[in-house]
């Protein structure tokens, strides 16, 4: 496994190519996603090889927290 690729779209609806994609390295514990407060979010992961990207996984349901208020 060399790689990971996430998508990541508030409408599932959407088609993938609308959805956003992250590239994230194999031996990386940490990438930087922007996404908005309060907002349901689902993602899609796949992995990447040599032999190319893997079958994508079942959406994953998450939500941001609010911000804190200044």
């Given at each position: 496994?060399?790689?990971?690729?996430i998508?990541?779209?508030?409408?599932?609806?959407?088609?993938?190519?609308?959805?956003?994609?992250?590239?994230?390295?194999?031996?990386?514990?940490?990438?930087?996603?922007?996404?908005?407060?309060?907002?349901?979010?689902?993602?899609?992961?796949?992995g990447?090889?040599?032999?190319?990207?893997?079958?994508?996984?079942?959406?994953?349901?998450?939500?941001?927290?609010?911000?804190?208020?200044?």
């Amino acid at each position: 496994l060399q790689d990971y690729v996430i998508y990541i779209s508030d409408d599932p609806n959407q088609p993938l190519s609308n959805w956003k994609e992250y590239a994230v390295g194999g031996d990386s514990l940490e990438s930087l996603i922007t996404l908005d407060p309060n907002t349901v979010y689902y993602a899609k992961i796949a992995g990447v090889t040599a032999l190319g990207t893997g079958v994508l996984s079942e959406p994953l349901i998450f939500e941001t927290v609010q911000l804190a208020p200044e």
